[in-house]
């Protein structure tokens, strides 16, 4: 019997921007709609192909922010980097009406799963918050319970992504906690020193390991390795310890 052609994964598809927000003076939401989307799960990305008019192309993986919602869009969270070749075309070009090249959902190790029983520990550095955020928002969406504890490093209270929203789930959404971490500039009621990730912060904000969370860490790749290494050096479970490297060096 002939069957239908089904668009796969990887499968290249033609989205349309919907709408546009800025999160931040240098980062910016597209709400993509993508015809056929097979749907996700939270901490997948998509790869992202641009082509110019001279046929050159240029293509970057993007984490999904947004829970699975069955209404066919998905939102990218894309942070500029001012010599960079494709994240200020996306953060400061491109507009709504335009379309994009994607393919996806991309990636099944670093999912988090609503089934999951484990309390959660999400640990995330600059734009490596955008899965972990996806996951707190499958969190919202399917009613779970599991405790979840961001801990969150950013440069600068102004470069907080999903600041507003952050503050409404922790408030309505029971069991979330969420703990800043500053490396340039902390906010002045804080009173305390920009600092880096480190022992301190993971150990009084993350959980115990006889907890047995499951952690997430995405980020910049050293960001990733010092986080992952000093989870193992407290006594985590390296099987419990997912990992996603966004690429960069701070
Ligand atoms: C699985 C995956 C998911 C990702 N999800 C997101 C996401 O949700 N949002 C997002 O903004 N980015 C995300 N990234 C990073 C993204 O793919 C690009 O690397 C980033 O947008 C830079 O691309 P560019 O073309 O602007 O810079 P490039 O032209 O590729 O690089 C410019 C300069 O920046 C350095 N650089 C490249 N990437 C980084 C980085 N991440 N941090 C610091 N320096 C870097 C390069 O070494 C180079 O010096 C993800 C990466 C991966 C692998």
């Not at 499968?11 to 546009?20: D, I, K």
């Not at 069955?70 to 942070?79: A, P, S």
């Not at 009406?97 to 484990?118: K, M, S, Y």
């Not at 290494?229 to 407290?234: E, H, Q, S």
Request: proline share 8%.
């Amino acid at each position: 019997m002939a069957r239908a052609a089904v668009p796969g994964r990887l499968t290249w598809r033609v989205a349309t921007v919907g709408a546009a927000r800025r999160e931040t003076p240098s980062a910016r939401t597209l709400v993509l709609d993508v015809p056929d989307w097979p749907g996700h799960l939270a901490g997948q990305h998509v790869d992202v192909r641009l082509t110019a008019p001279d046929g050159y192309r240029a293509q970057r993986s993007y984490s999904i922010a947004s829970a699975w919602t069955n209404n066919g869009r998905i939102e990218l969270t894309v942070q500029r980097l001012d010599d960079g070749e494709v994240s200020p075309y996306l953060t400061d070009t491109v507009e709504v009406g335009d379309q994009i090249e994607l393919r996806g959902p991309v990636g099944g190790w670093f999912v988090w799963r609503a089934e999951q029983p484990a309390p959660v520990l999400l640990v995330g550095g600059g734009s490596g918050i955008v899965p972990l955020m996806a996951m707190i928002r499958a969190r919202g969406t399917a009613g779970a319970k599991q405790p979840f504890r961001l801990i969150y490093s950013v440069r600068t209270p102004e470069d907080v992504l999903y600041g507003e929203e952050l503050r409404r789930r922790v408030r309505d959404d029971a069991g979330l906690d969420v703990h800043y971490v500053y490396t340039r500039k902390s906010p002045p009621e804080l009173a305390l020193p920009p600092k880096r990730i480190d022992v301190a912060a993971l150990n009084t904000y993350g959980w115990p390991p006889d907890f047995a969370p499951d952690c997430f860490i995405c980020g910049p790749t050293a960001f990733v390795e010092t986080a992952a290494d000093i989870l193992v050096a407290l006594g985590h479970d390296p099987r419990r310890i997912r990992t996603e490297r966004f690429g960069g060096t701070s």
